[in-house]
Protein backbone atom coordinates (compact mmCIF):
# COMPACT_ATOMS: atom_id res chain seq x y z
CA UNK A 1 0.00 0.00 0.00
CA UNK A 2 1.07 3.18 -1.06
CA UNK A 3 -0.90 5.66 0.33
CA UNK A 4 0.40 7.75 3.26
CA UNK A 5 -0.02 7.02 6.99
CA UNK A 6 -1.79 9.26 9.20
CA UNK A 7 -1.91 8.30 12.92
CA UNK A 8 -4.81 10.53 14.39
CA UNK A 9 -4.61 10.05 17.91
CA UNK A 10 -6.91 11.70 20.92
CA UNK A 11 -5.86 11.34 24.17
CA UNK A 12 -6.09 12.75 27.83
CA UNK A 13 -3.51 11.90 29.72
CA UNK A 14 -1.28 11.44 27.33
CA UNK A 15 -1.18 7.32 26.75
CA UNK A 16 -2.46 7.29 23.22
CA UNK A 17 -0.23 10.24 21.98
CA UNK A 18 2.33 7.98 23.94
CA UNK A 19 1.40 4.60 22.06
CA UNK A 20 1.34 7.16 18.76
CA UNK A 21 5.11 7.83 18.66
CA UNK A 22 5.64 3.98 19.14
CA UNK A 23 3.61 3.29 15.74
CA UNK A 24 5.02 6.12 13.91
CA UNK A 25 8.57 4.97 15.07
CA UNK A 26 7.97 1.52 14.30
CA UNK A 27 6.54 1.92 10.45
CA UNK A 28 9.26 4.93 10.10
CA UNK A 29 10.19 3.55 6.61
CA UNK A 30 6.89 5.07 5.15
CA UNK A 31 5.34 8.18 5.31
CA UNK A 32 3.98 9.01 8.48
CA UNK A 33 2.37 12.01 10.51
CA UNK A 34 1.30 11.52 13.88
CA UNK A 35 -1.44 13.75 14.42
CA UNK A 36 -3.48 15.10 17.44
CA UNK A 37 -7.53 15.15 17.13
CA UNK A 38 -7.45 19.09 18.79
CA UNK A 39 -4.94 20.11 15.87
CA UNK A 40 -6.67 17.98 12.89
CA UNK A 41 -8.93 19.91 10.51
CA UNK A 42 -11.59 17.40 9.44
CA UNK A 43 -11.77 19.12 6.08
CA UNK A 44 -8.18 17.62 5.54
CA UNK A 45 -9.53 14.30 5.74
CA UNK A 46 -8.40 12.17 2.05
CA UNK A 47 -8.45 8.97 0.20
CA UNK A 48 -5.31 9.17 -0.55
CA UNK A 49 -4.33 8.50 2.91
CA UNK A 50 -4.97 5.96 5.74
CA UNK A 51 -5.72 7.09 8.74
CA UNK A 52 -4.73 4.80 11.79
CA UNK A 53 -7.17 6.57 14.51
CA UNK A 54 -5.94 5.42 18.04
CA UNK A 55 -8.32 6.86 20.71
CA UNK A 56 -8.22 6.64 24.55
CA UNK A 57 -11.94 6.69 26.62
CA UNK A 58 -12.82 9.01 29.46
CA UNK A 59 -14.70 8.64 32.47
CA UNK A 60 -17.85 6.39 31.90
CA UNK A 61 -17.24 5.73 28.19
CA UNK A 62 -16.93 9.72 26.77
CA UNK A 63 -14.47 10.46 24.58
CA UNK A 64 -11.05 12.05 25.71
CA UNK A 65 -10.49 15.98 25.66
CA UNK A 66 -8.31 15.39 22.90
CA UNK A 67 -11.22 13.57 21.04
CA UNK A 68 -14.04 16.27 21.94
CA UNK A 69 -13.31 19.10 19.11
CA UNK A 70 -12.84 16.34 15.99
CA UNK A 71 -16.16 15.03 17.49
CA UNK A 72 -17.75 18.44 17.06
CA UNK A 73 -16.01 19.12 13.66
CA UNK A 74 -17.20 15.93 11.92
CA UNK A 75 -20.83 16.78 13.43
CA UNK A 76 -20.74 20.62 12.38
CA UNK A 77 -19.45 20.59 8.94
CA UNK A 78 -20.44 17.24 7.54
CA UNK A 79 -17.82 16.09 5.44
CA UNK A 80 -18.28 13.66 2.62
CA UNK A 81 -16.22 11.03 3.60
CA UNK A 82 -16.69 8.33 1.25
CA UNK A 83 -13.18 6.55 -0.31
CA UNK A 84 -11.33 7.56 2.99
CA UNK A 85 -10.67 4.61 4.84
CA UNK A 86 -9.21 4.30 8.49
CA UNK A 87 -8.43 1.37 11.33
CA UNK A 88 -9.86 1.99 14.78
CA UNK A 89 -7.49 1.36 18.08
CA UNK A 90 -9.38 2.05 21.42
CA UNK A 91 -7.79 2.26 25.01
CA UNK A 92 -9.99 1.53 27.95
CA UNK A 93 -9.44 0.22 31.44
CA UNK A 94 -12.09 -2.70 32.42
CA UNK A 95 -12.50 -1.31 35.84
CA UNK A 96 -14.52 1.46 34.81
CA UNK A 97 -18.10 -0.21 33.77
CA UNK A 98 -18.38 1.11 30.33
CA UNK A 99 -15.08 -0.14 29.11
CA UNK A 100 -13.48 0.95 25.87
CA UNK A 101 -16.43 2.92 24.58
CA UNK A 102 -14.73 6.53 23.90
CA UNK A 103 -13.19 5.71 20.18
CA UNK A 104 -16.38 4.29 19.76
CA UNK A 105 -17.53 7.59 19.13
CA UNK A 106 -15.15 8.63 16.65
CA UNK A 107 -15.65 5.33 15.10
CA UNK A 108 -19.47 5.92 14.72
CA UNK A 109 -19.26 9.33 13.23
CA UNK A 110 -16.57 8.79 10.52
CA UNK A 111 -18.95 5.32 9.44
CA UNK A 112 -21.97 8.12 8.89
CA UNK A 113 -20.45 10.39 6.96
CA UNK A 114 -19.37 7.52 4.74
CA UNK A 115 -15.56 6.72 5.44
CA UNK A 116 -15.03 2.82 5.58
CA UNK A 117 -12.99 0.68 8.93
CA UNK A 118 -10.52 -2.07 7.63
CA UNK A 119 -8.82 -4.22 9.62
CA UNK A 120 -9.58 -5.28 13.25
CA UNK A 121 -10.89 -2.92 15.83
CA UNK A 122 -7.68 -3.01 18.03
CA UNK A 123 -8.24 -2.60 21.72
CA UNK A 124 -5.93 -2.13 25.09
CA UNK A 125 -7.25 -2.56 28.72
CA UNK A 126 -5.55 -0.23 31.26
CA UNK A 127 -6.87 -2.23 33.52
CA UNK A 128 -3.89 -5.00 32.96
CA UNK A 129 -1.08 -2.57 34.53
CA UNK A 130 0.59 -2.66 31.09
CA UNK A 131 0.82 0.34 28.46
CA UNK A 132 -0.58 0.12 25.21
CA UNK A 133 2.17 0.48 23.73
CA UNK A 134 2.89 -2.63 22.20
CA UNK A 135 -0.23 -3.59 21.81
CA UNK A 136 -0.60 -0.42 19.38
CA UNK A 137 2.20 -1.28 17.37
CA UNK A 138 1.43 -5.11 16.62
CA UNK A 139 -1.68 -3.76 15.98
CA UNK A 140 -0.27 -1.29 13.55
CA UNK A 141 1.66 -4.10 11.98
CA UNK A 142 -0.88 -6.39 11.38
CA UNK A 143 -3.49 -4.23 10.30
CA UNK A 144 -0.94 -3.19 7.16
CA UNK A 145 -0.20 -6.69 6.51
CA UNK A 146 -3.85 -7.20 6.00
CA UNK A 147 -4.35 -4.54 3.40
CA UNK B 1 12.15 26.15 16.69
CA UNK B 2 13.71 29.47 16.53
CA UNK B 3 17.64 28.79 14.93
CA UNK B 4 20.43 28.52 17.16
CA UNK B 5 18.24 30.06 20.33
CA UNK B 6 18.37 26.96 22.94
CA UNK B 7 17.22 28.36 26.40
CA UNK B 8 17.63 26.71 29.31
CA UNK B 9 14.57 25.79 31.63
CA UNK B 10 14.59 24.53 35.06
CA UNK B 11 11.35 22.78 36.41
CA UNK B 12 10.87 22.59 40.06
CA UNK B 13 8.70 19.57 41.04
CA UNK B 14 8.46 16.40 39.10
CA UNK B 15 4.98 15.21 39.19
CA UNK B 16 2.44 15.13 36.57
CA UNK B 17 2.27 19.02 35.82
CA UNK B 18 6.43 19.44 35.70
CA UNK B 19 6.70 16.28 33.26
CA UNK B 20 3.87 17.33 31.29
CA UNK B 21 5.74 20.67 30.90
CA UNK B 22 9.01 19.31 30.14
CA UNK B 23 7.22 17.15 27.27
CA UNK B 24 5.96 20.17 25.87
CA UNK B 25 8.93 22.71 26.41
CA UNK B 26 10.91 19.38 25.05
CA UNK B 27 9.26 18.77 22.04
CA UNK B 28 9.44 22.88 21.09
CA UNK B 29 13.33 23.02 22.24
CA UNK B 30 15.06 19.83 21.01
CA UNK B 31 18.30 20.95 21.78
CA UNK B 32 17.64 22.90 25.74
CA UNK B 33 19.00 22.02 28.45
CA UNK B 34 15.89 20.90 30.58
CA UNK B 35 16.64 20.07 34.10
CA UNK B 36 14.03 18.27 36.51
CA UNK B 37 14.14 18.89 40.28
CA UNK B 38 12.66 17.10 43.22
CA UNK B 39 12.61 17.34 46.98
CA UNK B 40 12.27 13.95 47.06
CA UNK B 41 14.78 11.60 45.50
CA UNK B 42 12.25 9.68 42.94
CA UNK B 43 10.46 11.37 40.59
CA UNK B 44 6.83 12.02 39.78
CA UNK B 45 5.02 13.05 43.03
CA UNK B 46 1.27 12.38 43.20
CA UNK B 47 1.47 9.80 40.30
CA UNK B 48 4.00 7.92 42.80
CA UNK B 49 2.05 9.35 45.90
CA UNK B 50 -1.27 10.31 45.42
CA UNK B 51 -2.35 8.22 43.28
CA UNK B 52 -4.47 4.81 44.66
CA UNK B 53 -2.22 2.09 44.99
CA UNK B 54 -4.80 0.07 42.74
CA UNK B 55 -5.71 2.53 40.59
CA UNK B 56 -2.61 0.80 38.03
CA UNK B 57 -4.04 2.16 35.17
CA UNK B 58 -3.22 5.67 36.29
CA UNK B 59 0.00 4.15 37.87
CA UNK B 60 1.05 3.27 33.79
CA UNK B 61 1.28 7.09 32.95
CA UNK B 62 4.56 7.21 34.28
CA UNK B 63 6.47 5.34 31.22
CA UNK B 64 5.51 8.22 29.56
CA UNK B 65 7.53 10.09 31.53
CA UNK B 66 10.36 7.89 32.09
CA UNK B 67 10.98 8.53 28.38
CA UNK B 68 11.80 12.15 29.22
CA UNK B 69 14.93 10.99 31.19
CA UNK B 70 15.46 7.85 29.26
CA UNK B 71 15.19 8.96 25.77
CA UNK B 72 14.50 12.87 25.49
CA UNK B 73 17.73 13.83 27.30
CA UNK B 74 15.62 15.33 30.13
CA UNK B 75 18.05 15.67 33.45
CA UNK B 76 16.49 15.02 36.86
CA UNK B 77 18.10 16.50 39.97
CA UNK B 78 16.50 14.52 43.33
CA UNK B 79 16.99 15.86 47.21
CA UNK B 80 16.72 19.45 45.95
CA UNK B 81 14.63 21.59 47.74
CA UNK B 82 14.66 25.46 47.09
CA UNK B 83 15.61 27.08 51.02
CA UNK B 84 17.79 24.02 51.77
CA UNK B 85 19.88 23.01 49.07
CA UNK B 86 19.48 25.54 46.85
CA UNK B 87 17.62 28.96 46.28
CA UNK B 88 14.80 30.57 43.51
CA UNK B 89 17.81 33.42 43.01
CA UNK B 90 20.26 31.13 42.22
CA UNK B 91 17.85 28.72 39.68
CA UNK B 92 16.98 31.91 38.24
CA UNK B 93 20.28 33.30 37.41
CA UNK B 94 21.41 29.85 36.26
CA UNK B 95 18.06 29.11 33.94
CA UNK B 96 16.92 31.10 31.21
CA UNK B 97 13.56 29.88 32.17
CA UNK B 98 12.03 28.62 35.94
CA UNK B 99 9.03 26.68 36.21
CA UNK B 100 7.43 26.21 39.62
CA UNK B 101 5.22 22.79 39.68
CA UNK B 102 5.38 22.60 43.14
CA UNK B 103 1.90 21.43 43.73
CA UNK B 104 0.37 21.85 47.45
CA UNK B 105 1.51 19.28 49.93
CA UNK B 106 -0.64 20.28 52.70
CA UNK B 107 -4.06 19.11 54.00
CA UNK B 108 -6.29 22.31 54.22
CA UNK B 109 -7.00 21.62 58.18
CA UNK B 110 -10.35 20.86 59.41
CA UNK B 111 -9.89 24.63 61.59
CA UNK B 112 -12.92 23.49 64.25
CA UNK B 113 -12.00 22.96 67.48
CA UNK B 114 -10.94 19.41 68.26
CA UNK B 115 -9.15 19.19 64.91
CA UNK B 116 -5.97 18.36 66.85
CA UNK B 117 -6.77 15.72 68.82
CA UNK B 118 -5.09 11.99 68.21
CA UNK B 119 -7.06 10.09 65.88
CA UNK B 120 -7.75 13.11 63.15
CA UNK B 121 -5.46 12.47 60.11
CA UNK B 122 -5.10 14.36 56.74
CA UNK B 123 -5.64 12.38 53.56
CA UNK B 124 -2.66 13.70 51.81
CA UNK B 125 -0.73 11.72 54.78
CA UNK B 126 -3.20 8.55 54.79
CA UNK B 127 -2.43 8.51 50.70
CA UNK B 128 1.39 8.56 51.48
CA UNK B 129 1.12 5.77 54.05
CA UNK B 130 -0.65 3.67 51.50
CA UNK B 131 2.05 4.67 48.87
CA UNK B 132 5.30 4.14 51.17
CA UNK B 133 6.32 7.75 51.20
CA UNK B 134 9.81 8.08 52.98
CA UNK B 135 8.52 11.03 54.86
CA UNK B 136 5.69 9.20 56.69
CA UNK B 137 5.78 7.07 59.74
CA UNK B 138 2.98 4.48 60.25
CA UNK B 139 3.58 4.66 64.01
CA UNK B 140 1.31 7.36 64.68
CA UNK B 141 -1.99 6.37 63.09
CA UNK B 142 -4.35 3.87 64.17
CA UNK B 143 -7.89 3.59 62.31
CA UNK B 144 -10.85 2.17 64.91
CA UNK B 145 -14.01 -0.14 64.17
CA UNK B 146 -15.38 3.32 62.63
CA UNK B 147 -14.07 5.84 60.56
CA UNK B 148 -15.33 9.11 59.51
CA UNK B 149 -14.11 10.86 56.37
CA UNK B 150 -14.59 14.55 55.82
CA UNK B 151 -15.37 15.18 52.42
CA UNK B 152 -16.55 13.45 49.31
CA UNK B 153 -14.29 14.45 46.26
CA UNK B 154 -12.64 11.96 45.07
CA UNK B 155 -9.73 11.52 47.67
CA UNK B 156 -12.71 10.81 50.43
CA UNK B 157 -13.84 7.93 47.59
CA UNK B 158 -9.92 6.68 47.20
CA UNK B 159 -9.72 6.41 50.77
CA UNK B 160 -13.15 4.56 51.53
CA UNK B 161 -12.39 2.28 49.17
CA UNK B 162 -8.94 1.22 49.97
CA UNK B 163 -10.14 1.70 54.04
CA UNK B 164 -12.52 -1.45 52.74
CA UNK B 165 -10.50 -3.49 50.27
CA UNK B 166 -8.40 -5.09 52.28
CA UNK B 167 -5.41 -6.33 53.46
CA UNK B 168 -4.58 -8.69 51.05
CA UNK B 169 -5.72 -7.25 48.04
CA UNK B 170 -3.45 -4.09 48.92
CA UNK B 171 -0.43 -6.13 49.63
CA UNK B 172 -1.47 -7.40 46.11
CA UNK B 173 -1.48 -3.81 45.03
CA UNK B 174 2.40 -3.13 46.43
CA UNK B 175 1.27 -2.13 50.15
CA UNK B 176 3.25 -2.94 52.46
CA UNK B 177 1.77 -5.49 55.03
CA UNK B 178 2.11 -3.05 58.06
CA UNK B 179 0.47 -0.58 56.50
CA UNK B 180 -2.34 -2.27 54.99
CA UNK B 181 -3.21 -4.36 58.78
CA UNK B 182 -3.14 -1.06 60.02
CA UNK B 183 -5.44 0.84 57.79
CA UNK B 184 -7.29 -1.61 55.96
CA UNK B 185 -7.91 -4.36 59.03
CA UNK B 186 -10.88 -6.17 58.83
CA UNK B 187 -12.10 -5.02 62.24
CA UNK B 188 -13.16 -1.87 60.47
CA UNK B 189 -17.08 -1.80 60.26
CA UNK B 190 -18.75 1.71 59.56
CA UNK B 191 -17.20 4.35 57.55
CA UNK B 192 -19.02 7.62 56.87
CA UNK B 193 -18.58 9.88 54.33
CA UNK B 194 -20.03 13.39 55.13
CA UNK B 195 -19.33 16.32 52.52
CA UNK B 196 -20.19 19.85 52.89
CA UNK B 197 -21.77 19.81 49.31
CA UNK B 198 -25.30 18.02 48.31
CA UNK B 199 -25.23 15.23 46.37
CA UNK B 200 -25.76 17.35 42.85
CA UNK B 201 -22.57 19.40 43.65
CA UNK B 202 -20.10 16.50 45.09
CA UNK B 203 -16.90 16.45 43.57
CA UNK B 204 -16.83 13.33 43.10
CA UNK B 205 -16.34 11.79 39.99
CA UNK B 206 -19.53 9.18 38.73
CA UNK B 207 -17.05 6.31 37.90
CA UNK B 208 -15.49 6.65 41.59
CA UNK B 209 -18.51 5.65 43.07
CA UNK B 210 -19.54 3.06 40.64
CA UNK B 211 -16.17 1.45 41.58
CA UNK B 212 -17.27 0.84 44.75
CA UNK B 213 -19.94 -1.75 43.37
CA UNK B 214 -16.62 -4.20 43.42
CA UNK B 215 -16.68 -3.83 47.35
CA UNK B 216 -19.06 -6.97 47.74
CA UNK B 217 -19.11 -7.28 51.34
CA UNK B 218 -20.11 -3.62 52.14
CA UNK B 219 -23.42 -2.00 52.53
CA UNK B 220 -24.27 1.08 51.29
CA UNK B 221 -26.63 3.84 52.12
CA UNK B 222 -27.15 7.45 51.70
CA UNK B 223 -29.33 10.82 52.49
CA UNK B 224 -28.91 11.82 49.09
CA UNK B 225 -32.03 13.89 47.89
CA UNK B 226 -32.90 13.32 44.09
CA UNK B 227 -31.92 16.94 42.92
CA UNK B 228 -34.49 19.71 41.54
CA UNK B 229 -34.06 20.91 37.89
CA UNK B 230 -30.44 21.12 37.95
CA UNK B 231 -27.37 20.21 34.76
CA UNK B 232 -27.33 16.57 34.20
CA UNK B 233 -24.26 16.51 36.07
CA UNK B 234 -26.14 16.92 39.34
CA UNK B 235 -28.68 13.84 37.85
CA UNK B 236 -25.67 11.56 37.33
CA UNK B 237 -23.87 11.88 40.32
CA UNK B 238 -27.50 11.11 42.45
CA UNK B 239 -28.10 8.31 40.48
CA UNK B 240 -24.48 6.89 40.77
CA UNK B 241 -25.26 6.66 44.66
CA UNK B 242 -28.70 5.57 44.01
CA UNK B 243 -27.87 2.83 41.94
CA UNK B 244 -25.09 1.93 44.79
CA UNK B 245 -27.40 2.02 47.58
CA UNK B 246 -30.06 0.18 45.48
CA UNK B 247 -27.71 -2.99 44.73
CA UNK B 248 -26.22 -3.07 47.91
CA UNK B 249 -25.61 -6.08 49.42
CA UNK B 250 -28.24 -5.96 52.39
CA UNK B 251 -26.49 -8.53 54.20
CA UNK B 252 -22.77 -7.25 54.51
CA UNK B 253 -21.75 -6.42 58.05
CA UNK B 254 -19.44 -3.35 56.87
CA UNK B 255 -21.48 -0.10 56.04
CA UNK B 256 -20.90 2.79 53.91
CA UNK B 257 -22.68 5.51 54.92
CA UNK B 258 -23.15 9.08 52.65
CA UNK B 259 -24.05 11.57 54.07
CA UNK B 260 -24.28 15.00 52.29
CA UNK B 261 -24.85 18.51 53.01
CA UNK B 262 -23.31 18.38 56.20
CA UNK B 263 -20.70 21.22 57.36
CA UNK B 264 -18.21 19.78 60.26
CA UNK B 265 -18.86 21.95 63.53
CA UNK B 266 -16.78 20.28 66.29
CA UNK B 267 -14.67 16.99 67.27
CA UNK B 268 -14.61 16.22 70.81
CA UNK B 269 -13.27 13.61 73.12
CA UNK B 270 -11.64 13.43 75.82
CA UNK B 271 -8.03 12.41 74.83
CA UNK B 272 -8.65 10.79 71.67
CA UNK B 273 -11.65 11.61 69.32
CA UNK B 274 -14.80 10.18 70.28
CA UNK B 275 -17.09 12.09 68.13
CA UNK B 276 -17.64 14.71 64.95
CA UNK B 277 -20.15 16.87 64.95
CA UNK B 278 -21.79 18.48 61.62
CA UNK B 279 -24.18 21.24 61.36
CA UNK B 280 -26.65 21.34 58.23
CA UNK B 281 -26.35 23.96 55.80
CA UNK B 282 -29.44 25.53 57.24
CA UNK B 283 -27.77 25.64 60.28
CA UNK B 284 -30.83 23.75 61.93
CA UNK B 285 -29.94 20.49 62.53
CA UNK B 286 -26.84 18.65 64.05
CA UNK B 287 -25.20 14.97 63.01
CA UNK B 288 -23.14 13.46 65.26
CA UNK B 289 -21.30 10.55 64.56
CA UNK B 290 -19.28 8.10 67.12
CA UNK B 291 -16.07 7.51 65.70
CA UNK B 292 -12.77 6.71 67.29
CA UNK B 293 -10.77 8.06 63.18
CA UNK B 294 -11.40 10.82 61.33
CA UNK B 295 -10.09 11.55 57.61
CA UNK B 296 -10.46 14.84 56.53
CA UNK B 297 -10.15 15.13 52.69
CA UNK B 298 -11.04 18.71 52.00
CA UNK B 299 -8.85 19.51 49.49
CA UNK B 300 -4.85 21.04 49.82
CA UNK B 301 -3.12 24.10 50.63
CA UNK B 302 0.80 25.30 50.45
CA UNK B 303 2.82 24.12 53.44
CA UNK B 304 2.57 26.22 56.24
CA UNK B 305 6.70 26.13 55.84
CA UNK B 306 7.05 26.52 52.51
CA UNK B 307 10.06 28.63 51.48
CA UNK B 308 8.14 29.00 48.16
CA UNK B 309 5.07 31.21 48.30
CA UNK B 310 3.14 32.19 45.16
CA UNK B 311 1.63 35.27 46.76
CA UNK B 312 4.86 36.65 47.19
CA UNK B 313 6.35 36.02 43.78
CA UNK B 314 3.47 37.77 42.43
CA UNK B 315 4.25 40.96 40.69
CA UNK B 316 2.29 43.52 38.41
CA UNK B 317 3.04 41.44 35.52
CA UNK B 318 1.70 38.44 36.94
CA UNK B 319 -1.37 36.51 35.22
CA UNK B 320 -1.83 33.50 36.65
CA UNK B 321 -4.53 32.61 34.32
CA UNK B 322 -1.51 32.18 31.98
CA UNK B 323 1.40 30.86 34.47
CA UNK B 324 3.28 33.87 34.08
CA UNK B 325 4.37 35.04 37.19
CA UNK B 326 7.46 37.60 36.29
CA UNK B 327 9.85 37.86 33.48
CA UNK B 328 11.46 34.09 33.21
CA UNK B 329 9.54 32.56 36.26
CA UNK B 330 6.00 30.54 35.87
CA UNK B 331 4.06 28.20 37.75
CA UNK B 332 1.91 25.54 36.81
CA UNK B 333 -0.54 22.42 38.01
CA UNK B 334 -2.17 22.66 41.45
CA UNK B 335 0.90 25.22 42.32
CA UNK B 336 -1.06 27.82 39.61
CA UNK B 337 -4.43 27.09 39.81
CA UNK B 338 -5.43 25.37 43.25
CA UNK B 339 -5.88 21.93 44.14
CA UNK B 340 -8.50 20.55 41.53
CA UNK B 341 -8.36 18.43 38.53
CA UNK B 342 -6.89 15.34 38.28
CA UNK B 343 -3.87 14.46 35.76
CA UNK B 344 -5.89 14.93 32.51
CA UNK B 345 -6.50 18.62 33.89
CA UNK B 346 -2.72 18.70 34.56
CA UNK B 347 -1.86 17.84 31.23
CA UNK B 348 -3.97 20.95 29.69
CA UNK B 349 -2.46 23.22 32.17
CA UNK B 350 0.91 22.24 31.02
CA UNK B 351 -0.02 22.88 27.74
CA UNK B 352 -1.58 26.56 28.46
CA UNK B 353 1.77 27.60 30.41
CA UNK B 354 4.43 25.62 27.69
CA UNK B 355 2.19 27.75 25.01
CA UNK B 356 3.02 30.97 27.21
CA UNK B 357 6.29 30.44 27.61
CA UNK B 358 7.01 29.57 23.94
CA UNK B 359 5.44 32.90 23.12
CA UNK B 360 7.08 35.30 25.12
CA UNK B 361 10.68 33.60 24.64
CA UNK B 362 8.96 34.22 20.65
CA UNK B 363 8.61 37.61 21.65
CA UNK B 364 11.84 38.04 23.35
CA UNK B 365 13.94 36.60 20.24
CA UNK B 366 12.54 38.32 17.51
CA UNK B 367 13.33 41.44 20.00
CA UNK B 368 16.92 40.60 20.42
CA UNK B 369 17.08 40.09 16.54
CA UNK B 370 15.01 43.52 15.50
CA UNK B 371 18.02 45.18 17.80
CA UNK B 372 20.65 43.69 16.07
CA UNK B 373 19.49 44.59 12.49
CA UNK B 374 19.72 48.13 13.70
Sequence with gaps: MNRKIVILFGTESGNAEFAAEDMAAEIADREVEVVDMTDFDVEDFSPESFYMVICSTHGEGDLPSGGVPLLQALTSQNPDLNGVEYAMFGLGDSSYENYSKGSEHIDQKLAELGAKRVGEYGRHDAHTGTLPNSAAVDWTNRVLESL | ?374
Excluded at chain 2, 3 to 10: G, I, L
Excluded at chain 2, 231 to 260: G, Q, T
Design chain 2, 1 to 374: MFSDYSPSFAIVGSGPSGCYTAQFLRRAFPDSLIKMFDRLPVPFGLLRYGVAPDHVGTKAISSQFERLFERDGVKFEGGIEIGVSTSLEELRQEFDVVVLAIGLSQDRPLSIPGWALPGVYGSGQITRLFNGHPDEDLECVSVGDRLVIVGNGNVAIDLARLSLLGSEKLVEFGVEAEVSNTLSSQDLRQVHLVGRSLVGAAKFDVAMINELAKLHDVRFRSDAVEPINENPEAHKRYEAISKLVRESNLEANRVVNFHFGWTPSLIGGDGDVEFIDFASQDGLEKLTIATQTIFSAIGFVEHEDSVVRRESLMTDETDLTTGFLSDGLYCVGWFRRGPQGTIPANRSDAKLVSDQIIMDLKTKASKRSGRTNE
